[in-house]
C-alpha cells in the first residue's frame, strides 16, 4: 500500500470515531507500512486534528461513565492500556461531574443490593462492595456509600 493509499484510509479510519494514537499506529502497522511512514502519517493525522489524545480522552471518560456506569480507576486503567498521557487522562476524568459520579454508584449499590445473596448483612454488603469496586468505584467511597445508603 501507499503512503497516499494509506492517508485516505486512514482518515476515514480517524473520522469513523475518535482514535487514540496506539490505535491509529497499530492500524497503519497492519497496513505494512514501514516505521518512517508511520510516524509521518502519525505527525500529518495530527496536523489534521483527525487525532487528539485531549478529546479522544475526555469523549471516552465521559462515555464510559455514562454508557456503560465504569467507575473512575477502571476508566484511568483502561486510557493508561490505550498508552494516553497523564495530562489528557486527568483532563478526560474532569468530564464526570462528582455529583453525578455519586448518584451513578448509588444508584448501582441500590439497584443490585436486592439480587445480593448471603448467609448474613455483613457478607451481603462485602459482595456488593466487590462488585462495585470491580466496576472501577474508589473502595473508600464504596465503602462510605453503603454505610450511607443501607
Known sequence: MTRKEAFTKICNFCAYQERAQQEVRDKLYSFGLSQDDVENLICDLIEENFINEERFAKIFAGSKFRVKKWGRVKIKQALKLKQISDYCIRSGMKEIEEEDYQQT??????????????????????????????????????????????
Open 105 to 150: 454508584l448509588e444508584g448501582i449499590l441500590t439497584k443490585k443490593y436486592p439480587g445480593v445473596t448471603g448467609a448474613n448483612d455483613y457478607v451481603r454488603k462485602q459482595k456488593l462492595a466487590r462488585y462495585a469496586i470491580a466496576r472501577g468505584f474508589e473502595p473508600v467511597l464504596v465503602w462510605s456509600k453503603i454505610k450511607e445508603v443501607l
